[in-house]
C-alpha cells in the first residue's frame, strides 16, 4: 500500500511569536520527513497570504491525498479560503499548544484552529481537527490514522471495480446504483461478462495459466494439480488478470452459483480466495458493497487480507457469533494449525475451493450498507477466537465487544446486508472518522 502524499501548510501571523512557532514548525516537519509519507512543505511559516498562494502557484500540478493546515499561530480565515482556490482536498486543520501560560498569549493556535474549522464548515468542506505538539505520541498516532483515513478516501473516489456478471437471483442487495454510488463515495464500475469469460478462459494456452496453479502451490495444502478444477480455476483466473491489467481494476465483486458449476464445472471460491490473498479484493455473489469493504478495510491496514461471510451462528454463553462462506478465503488468514487446505464446495461438492478455520487474533468487522434512505456504515469490533474449525468452507468464531444478543437484534432490526467484511486488527477508529468525513450515519459496536 502507498503512503500519503500531504500538503503541510504552517500558517502563522508576524504579530505573534514568531521564534516559538518556528520551533513548532521544525519539530513538525522533522516528524513528518519521518514518518514515511511524502511531505510537499515550504522551507518557512507563510505569514501573508501572498506568501501562501505564491508556494501554492509553485506547487500547482502537484497531487495530494490531503492538506494538512497547521495553524502555528493564529491567522484569519483568508487563508484557508486561498488554499480552497488551489487544493480541492480534504483538510486536516492542526493546532499545537501554547509553549507558557502567564503574560502573553504568544501563538493563539487554539482560536487560529477554530477559526479554520468554521471556515471549511461553511465552504462544506470536508476536514478533520487535531490538537497536540509534533512530538507528542497521542498526536503522532492519531495524525497517522487520520492521513490512511484521507488517503482511502483519495483511493475510494479513483476506484474502478470489475463487476464479474450479474447478482444471483434474489440477491438484491448485491446490487447498486452506479450513479448513487459514485456520488456518495466516488467508486465507478465496470461490468464484465462472466458468459465471455467462461468460453475464453478455456482457450487460454497453458503457457499463460500454468503459473497460476504454480502460485497456489506456494501455499494451498493439499492441491492437485490434475484436478479438472484447479485447471479451470487456473484459466478463469488468468483470464480476469488480464481483464483487470487492461481496464486498472482495483477491486472484484464476482457472480458465482449457479453458473460456475453448471457452466464452467468448477468452484469460484479459490479464484476468489487467490486474487484476495494478493491484493485484488474480490466479493462472491456479485457484492458491489461487500467488495468496497473488503476494499477500505485493505487499504486501512496497508494491505491486510480481508475476509466476507455471513453471520450464521451464534453463541451467548461466549459472547460469539460465527462468520461462514462456501470456501472463499485468503490463504494467509487460514489457521496455523492448518494452513489453507484445498477442499470442494460443501454445498456442490465440487472442487477447488478452500477449508479451514480462520486464524485468531482481534478483528476488524465492517460493511458499506445501502438503504433507500442512502448509504451507511456499519462498525464492529471483536476477537476472533483460537477454536476448532466451525463449519465446512471457511470460517471464524469472533467473541464481540458488545452484547451478542442485543447487537444481533440491532443488526437484524436494522436490516443489515447478510454479508460482513472483517479483517485483522483495529482500524474502527479510522472507519468511524471515514464515515464522518463522508457525512455517512455510522452504526458503532465497540
Known sequence: MSH?????????????DLQAAETYRKQSMKWLEESGH?????????????????FLQTN???????ILYQSVTFADGEF???????????????????????????????????????VLRNHRHPFTFAFGNPDEEKLQTELNQKFDVMRVLKSLNQ???????DYPPGFFF??????????????????MDLQEAFKKCVELPEEEWIGEIDRAEQQVIGLNREDETVKKFAQFSTYVKKQIEKENIKSIAMRCWPDFFNDLGAAPCSVLSQLTEDGMVSSCESDIHGS??????????????????????????????????????AYSLAHPSTGATAGVHPNRKIGFAMDFGLKAGEVTIFRV????????????????????????????EVALATDVTNTLYDLMNSGYEPHFALVYGDVTKQLIELGRLLQLNTDVFI
Not at 159 to 165: F, P
Open 292 to 329: 468496497i469493504s473488503m476494499y477500505i478495510l485493505q487499504e486501512l491496514t496497508r494491505g491486510g487480507a480481508p475476509y466476507l461471510g455471513d453471520l450464521v451462528h451464534v453463541n451467548e454463553e461466549k459472547n460469539s457469533v460465527v462468520f461462514w462462506h462456501c470456501g472463499a478465503g
Open 38 to 54: 511524502k511531505i510537499v512543505a515550504p522551507s518557512e511559516i507563510l505569514t501573508s497570504v501572498e506568501e501562501l498562494e505564491q
Open 159 to 165: 476506484l474502478k471495480m470489475g463487476v464479474v456478471g
Open 369 to 396: 450498507s445501502h438503504t433507500p434512505d442512502g448509504y451507511r456504515l456499519l462498525v464492529m469490533k471483536g476477537e476472533a477466537l483460537d477454536v476448532e474449525q466451525p463449519f465446512t468452507g471457511t470460517s471464524v
Open 60 to 66: 500547482a500540478s502537484s497531487e495530494f491525498d490531503m
Open 174 to 191: 448485491s446490487d447498486a446504483n452506479e450513479d448513487e454510488l459514485k456520488d456518495a463515495l466516488g467508486v465507478t464500475l465496470h461490468k
Open 4 to 16: 500519503a502524499v500531504v500538503l503541510y501548510l504552517p500558517i502563522g501571523r508576524k504579530t505573534f
Open 80 to 118: 484557508m479560503v486561498k488554499t480552497l482556490e488551489y487544493v480541492r482536498e480534504p483538510v486536516i486543520v492542526w493546532s499545537v499548544r501554547e509553549p507558557s501560560v502567564g503574560g502573553r498569549l504568544r501563538l493563539n493556535s487554539l482560536t487560529g484552529g477554530n477559526s479554520t474549522s468554521n
